[in-house]
């Protein structure tokens, strides 16, 4: 009678190199998932920002400038009332710079999320052309250099 032994099973070395294999990937997926996790969250400070924009538009169509269009005009003081109340929004600020020029700042709270720095901003520049606002990324953002807002 001829018996032939079936090999069943895997060695050690191919294990070891599926444990390996695996070991690389996660190295490569951990640092990836942790940046995606930080800019998903920290698009809750640009959404934020939409409201405020919103009033200032909407004031700045009534005025004409955005000489009176700061965070005392009240539509724009309650919409950022409104857009500091999220988890991760620290503040929202706003700068005439002159009658055609407006800055809007937005802070994201420290240490809510591992990943993103305390009080990184999101700097807006707001310019009055043909009777509409351009809004404009500032380099000056710290969410720019980070990769959260580009």
């Known amino acids: 009678m001829n018996m032939k032994k079936v090999q069943e099973g895997f060695t050690l070395i191919e294990l070891m190199i599926v444990v390996a294999i695996i070991g690389i990937l996660a190295s ?68 005439v710079t002159d009658a055609n020029n407006i800055i809007l700042t937005a802070t994201s709270k420290a240490s809510v999320v591992k990943g993103i720095p305390a ?4 700097i807006l520049d707001g310019a009055l052309a043909s009777g509409a606002v351009v809004w404009t990324l500032k380099s000056s953002s710290g969410c720019a250099s980070l990769g959260y807002c580009k």
């Open 119 to 122: 009080s990184t901003t999101y």
């Open 28 to 95: 490569i997926a951990i640092p990836a998932y942790q940046q995606y996790i930080a800019k998903a969250k920290f698009s809750e400070v640009i959404l934020a920002t939409s409201g405020v924009k919103s009033a200032i538009e909407i004031c700045t169509q009534e005025e004409g400038a955005f000489t009176s269009c700061g965070s005392a005009e009240v539509s724009v003081g309650l919409a950022i009332g409104g857009a500091t109340g999220p988890d991760v929004v620290q503040s929202i600020a706003t700068t």
